[in-house]
């Protein structure tokens, strides 16, 4: 009789259950699939302007298109109605340079990417600065680059929004400054800012 008694108390707790409530969610209700917590592959390309270069007396225009891998997030904090997070990220550069002596760069830049995801995960807000090394065509004209070695900073910051279960749009802006480290004298370094558009594959 007891044992009837308690199949009878568990088949009602079992019944309530499926066609009760649903159970509680975690307070941030993230999807399955999760973009911070994958590696992503991100595609993109930028339309950058000369800005404050004095000894770069150059028009300088460049156009780099980016390959960069962003690891999952490592560090995490919740933040607001978000979760704020820390990505390692490697971006290599190849770059068509029009308005000075040089026509291309090619580089590799390794950077953090602080980023705030918002609870359902499908807008982010991130900012990624960093740096690397990289060759450029110097030519030996004055107000060009001193040699072909060089150093790169590269900076970006914008806004992310989630399409499809594994695609992501993001759009910002682009800041790169292109030097030798003073190895040449003069060394004219060159600052560029400009436009960001990128397309996230992750997986």
């Given amino acids: 009789m007891k044992m009837r008694a308690w199949l009878l ?6 019944s309530t259950l499926q066609a009760g409530e649903p159970m509680p969610v975690v307070e941030h209700g993230l999807p399955s699939q999760l973009e911070r917590e994958s590696w992503t592959l991100d595609l993109s390309g930028a339309f950058l302007k000369k800005i404050i270069s004095p000894l770069a007396n150059h028009p300088y225009r460049m156009a780099p298109a980016l390959l ?3 690891s999952p997030g490592w560090m ?3 933040l607001g109605s978000g979760t704020f997070c820390i990505r390692n990220t490697a971006t290599v550069i190849a770059e068509p340079i029009f308005g000075g002596p040089e026509t291309h760069y090619f580089g590799l830049a390794l950077r953090p990417s ?3 995801w918002r609870g359902d995960e499908r807008l982010s807000f991130y900012f990624s600065p960093g740096g ?3 060759a450029i065509d110097s030519r030996g004209v004055k107000g060009g680059q001193g040699q072909d070695f060089t150093l790169n900073i590269l900076a970006s ?3 992310g929004w989630k399409v499809a279960d594994r695609v992501s749009l993001r759009t910002g802006v682009l800041f790169q400054h292109l030097s030798n480290g003073g190895q040449t004298n003069p060394n004219p370094g060159l600052n560029a800012i400009g436009p960001e558009l990128a397309l996230s594959f992750s997986f």
């Fill in 114 to 116: 602080f980023e705030w």
């Fill in 132 to 134: 690397g090394v990289g």
């Fill in 76 to 78: 995490h904090w919740p």
């Fill in 68 to 70: 960069t891998l962003k």
């Fill in 157 to 159: 910051a914008g806004v």
């Fill in 9 to 14: 108390l568990f088949l009602g707790t079992f």
